[in-house]
């Protein structure tokens, strides 16, 4: 009987290899599948970073780019001929130089009495463009299907010329410049005649090349 019991003690003794297989199994396993996915998550993350803080210093980046671009995008976009007129709200229109103005040929006079016109362009410098502005003023003269344009900067010292229609001059009250309306000059005081610009009529609308010249000189000198 005792050897019964012995016998029947001895696999007590000895632990199951198969539980602590089977206990062991899945924590092996689970270790490779955190050392397997660890790199690829740490991949996934530095990837992450990479792109999120590229894309945050693109933002400022492109901003101040086309903060600095912008004039010329502007000056990009206006248009090299158009259908507008350069009065306010449109664009102004100018080729080789000259401005067309909105001002047609059958808009002056026939028999040559002046009419004061204000001319507008696009001011452009490196950092802004300010579209259809007054730059100027021009008297402008019908002679048949001729344009007669003058400044109406006093090329004295640079003061206003008016019309007057009752002398049938033009004349400068700054300091009495007297000019006929062919812009000839009517006294000593002025240096030199007004300043003639260059005008074309082309299909009845009035081109101008619109330009300004030093005062106080007896030549004509481009500003
Ligand atoms: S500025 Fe015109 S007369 Fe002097």
């Known amino acids: 009987m005792s ?76 248009p090299a001929g158009g259908e507008a007129e350069g009065e306010e709200g449109n664009p102004v229109v100018k080729e080789n130089g000259f401005l067309r103005l909105t001002l047609g040929i059958d808009g002056l006079p026939a028999d040559g009495t002046p009419v004061r016109y204000t001319v507008h362009d696009d001011i452009v410098n490196v950092w802004n463009k300010f579209p259809n502005q007054p730059v100027g003023a021009v008297w402008l003269r019908r002679i048949q299907d001729q ?56 299909d009845g609308r009035i081109w101008l090349k619109y330009e300004q010249f030093r005062g106080a000189t007896s030549e004509k000198v481009l500003v």
């Open 147 to 202: 344009v007669l344009a003058f400044s109406t900067v006093c090329p004295h010292l640079g003061c206003d010329v008016e019309h007057r229609s009752g002398e049938g001059d033009f004349y400068c009250p700054c300091h009495t410049s007297a000019f006929n309306l062919d812009g000839a000059p009517l006294n000593k005081i002025p240096p030199r005649a007004m300043d003639a610009l260059e005008a074309e009529v082309r």
């Open 3 to 78: 050897e019964n019991k012995q016998t029947s003690s001895a696999p007590d003794d000895t632990p199951p290899s198969k539980s602590v297989d089977q206990s062991e199994a899945p924590e092996s396993g689970s270790a490779e599948a955190s050392n397997s996915g660890k790199p690829r998550r740490n991949f996934v993350v530095e990837f992450l970073a990479v792109a999120i803080g590229g894309l945050v210093g693109l933002v400022p980046t492109a901003i101040g780019g086309l903060f600095l671009l912008d004039p010329l995008l502007r000056k990009g976009t206006h």
